[in-house]
């Protein structure tokens, strides 16, 4: 679009003033061609025919002046020249078709120097865009990674924070079941002792340094020392055994 709006500007502006001064090819012959913006041709053509110097004057295909050796001669006397100003014509008009064909050949020029131009232009451009195209992808797949960077480590910081829980929670199990070892062991040795008769017969357990009480009742200082000594671990905490239900205190 850009290339033919621009040729069409120059076809306007040859075809709007155009003088050619088509072959002063040598001392006997010029030739001045004019293309008005209408496209209608003025000339005036100089050559030496028969000895003397003849000037002829068109308007198109009209002859409008013809002068022999310097002198005009009226419109009267024309035909006595018909046949030297149908030499001059004819001359004219192989002039005037290789002026067209040279003005042909420099616009095609011309439209030819255009398009190559247009042409590097779109490659230009095409570069550009996709210089642009590449610079804008690499902002993303930075963006991207320092976003995975900062994901992985939330996930890691994430995975710390599981792997403490997870430890947390199997010393607490460990715990625990230490613990209950520990109750089932002493809940044996109650039986041994001849505190109660059978396991399922504790109710309730207290035991710390100040006492020891089973199922309400308050036990010896003997029994206190045994199992204050026998279960360290478990004084520490201090323990209550109800109903079933093992709490520290």
Known sequence: MKTTTILNGLLMLSMLAMSINLCAQSSTEKIELRESAHGKVSARISKKLGGKDFELNLSGEKVTALSVDGKAVPESGWDAYASEISELKTQLKKNEQRAKTEKARSVGDQKKSLVEKERTLNVKSQTLAAKSAA???????????????????????????????????????????????????????????????????????????????????????????????????????????????????
């Open 135 to 249: 610079e804008q992808m690499k902002i993303k797949a930075e963006k991207d990674k320092n976003l995975a960077g900062k994901d992985r480590a939330k996930a890691d910081a994430a995975k710390v924070i599981a792997d403490g829980d997870r430890l947390k929670a199997e010393k607490d199990h460990e715990a625990a079941e230490t613990d209950r070892k520990l109750l089932d062991e002493l809940m044996t040795e109650l039986v041994s002792d001849k505190i109660i008769g059978a396991k399922h017969d504790l109710k309730s357990l207290q035991l710390e340094p100040s006492g020891m009480r089973v199922n309400g009742n308050s036990q010896s200082g003997a029994i206190l020392d045994k199992y204050l000594k026998k279960y360290p671990s478990l004084v520490r905490t201090g323990v209550s055994y109800n109903f079933g239900v093992n709490k520290a205190k």
